[in-house]
């Protein structure tokens, strides 16, 4: 089973180039952050409300990408709320999309490509080579936003984090994407760790927005 990391990568992922398509001026960071909490909360790890995260078992998982977080939030003298915790594990999210990639190399789903242009800059790209788990994904997503179909608490978790990553239209039209607003709302709804997620990374991310644009010189 995929972690909800290698899902948002593949989701993101354009087949055509092989490079992940812009999501703001933090990019991947806080969809990456939010979405090992999910995978740690989905896993009976943790469990959350609006205001703090609670370890359940602090047992290893067997996924380096959620041991080590896991083990931050078990070894913290102090609770924190999930919006807390995404934004400590930002800092982390490179090393996340890296062990998240390498994973999806070694499963055989993606090819890491790199190359040189002009001899000089280094450019990376990652094509598909078995398509079948980002089509299982994205055909997932579909499935439940088009219909009245009762989700999964894993595709509750994952529908948050896609909606919170502005990610829909790298499944849907735009007219769908406006069509479907109604029925991603009441599937956030049905879990409290979706609706923590979901606020944590929107919020944190317009934070980090205003914040760009209100410096001189910085434009995005």
């Known amino acids: 089973?995929?972690?909800?990391?290698?899902?948002?990568?593949?989701?993101?992922?354009?087949?055509?180039?092989?490079?992940?398509?812009?999501?703001?001026?933090?990019?991947?960071?806080?969809?990456?952050?939010?979405?090992?909490?999910?995978?740690?909360?989905?896993?009976?790890?943790?469990?959350?409300?609006?205001?703090?995260?609670?370890?359940i078992d602090p047992g290893p998982t067997g996924e380096p990408l959620l041991d080590g977080p896991l083990a931050q939030i078990a070894g913290s003298p102090e609770t924190h709320s999930a919006r807390e915790w995404v934004g400590r594990f930002v800092p982390d999210a490179s090393g996340m999309e890296e062990q998240a990639l390498a994973r999806l190399v070694e499963r055989g789903i993606l090819r890491r490509e790199d190359r040189k242009i002009l001899w000089v800059f280094s450019d990376r790209r990652y094509p598909t080579v078995d398509d079948t788990e980002e089509k299982e994904v994205k055909?997932?997503?579909?499935?439940?936003?088009?219909?009245?179909?009762?989700?999964?608490?894993?595709?509750?978790?994952?529908?948050?984090?896609?909606?919170?990553?502005?990610?829909?239209?790298?499944?849907?039209?735009?007219?769908?994407?406006?069509?479907?607003?109604?029925?991603?709302?009441?599937?956030?709804?049905?879990?409290?760790?979706?609706?923590?997620?979901?606020?944590?990374?929107?919020?944190?991310?317009?934070?980090?927005a205003k914040s760009i644009a209100g410096t001189p010189g910085i434009s995005y």
Do not use: N
């Open 139 to 208: 055909r997932r997503l579909v499935d439940i936003l088009m219909s009245d179909e009762i989700p999964t608490p894993r595709d509750v978790a994952l529908i948050a984090l896609v909606d919170a990553c502005e990610l829909l239209g790298a499944v849907l039209s735009a007219r769908e994407v406006e069509r479907v607003a109604p029925r991603v709302e009441q599937v956030r709804k049905l879990d409290l760790i979706g609706q923590a997620m979901t606020d944590a990374v929107r919020s944190l991310r317009l934070e980090i």
């Open 1 to 55: 089973m995929l972690t909800f990391a290698e899902e948002i990568l593949l989701v993101a992922l354009d087949d055509e180039s092989g490079k992940f398509v812009r999501m703001g001026s933090q990019g991947l960071a806080y969809p990456l952050a939010g979405a090992v909490l999910m995978d740690l909360a989905v896993r009976s790890k943790i469990d959350a409300d609006l205001e703090k995260v609670v370890v």
